[in-house]
């Protein structure tokens, strides 16, 4: 689906706390209708999988009157006071306006970069070793990683 951008799962925690039961929603914001309901099927019977996980796609852009439309205006919003929904306007306040709570959204924020530069790390590492050229060390000199880490890469990269 185009313009499919999933919301981080720690971001989603660190916003709702213990309000709702991350692991039976799952909210994708897209582009198209305002909202594509997806559930899981068997592809073996046919039948639903129910694993208690619910998705839904949400046009990120869709601004109606349904609390949908209202969701995604305040999922946009800067302002607490501007937000349709009570729930989101306190943490976003505490999110923004508290210290434990900047200090709490600082550190989703840092470890989703540390996160990211790690991946590229990987990313950098595997095409290395994929060309041949360098040795291990000095890949897992260029790149940052550790030496057991690249011969990880390496032993996976051989597998496939």
């Known amino acids: 689906m185009r313009g499919l951008r999933p919301i981080d799962d720690d971001f989603m925690r ?9 692991a039976e929603l799952v909210l994708r914001i897209i582009t198209g209708k305002p909202v594509y309901s997806i559930e899981r099927i068997n592809l073996d019977t046919g039948k639903p999988f129910e694993d208690g996980e619910h998705i839904l796609y949400v046009n990120g852009e869709y601004r109606g009157v349904s609390d949908i439309g209202k969701l995604m205006h305040d999922f946009n919003c800067t302002d607490a006071d501007e937000m349709n929904f009570e729930l989101m306007a306190e943490r976003t306040r505490y999110l923004k306006e508290n210290p434990k709570g900047v200090s709490e959204m600082c550190k989703v924020i840092e470890d989703m ?4 530069r790690k991946e590229a790390m990987i990313d950098t590492a595997k095409r290395m070793i994929a060309d041949g050229i360098l ?11 550790s030496l057991d880490e690249v011969k990880n890469l390496q032993t996976g990269i051989m597998r496939k």
Not at 14 to 22: R, V
Not at 113 to 116: F, P, V
Not at 135 to 145: D, M, P
């Open 14 to 22: 660190c916003l709702f706390k213990d309000n709702i039961p991350l």
């Open 113 to 116: 970069r540390t996160q990211e």
């Open 135 to 145: 040795t291990l060390e000095k890949i897992a000199e260029y790149v940052g990683l």
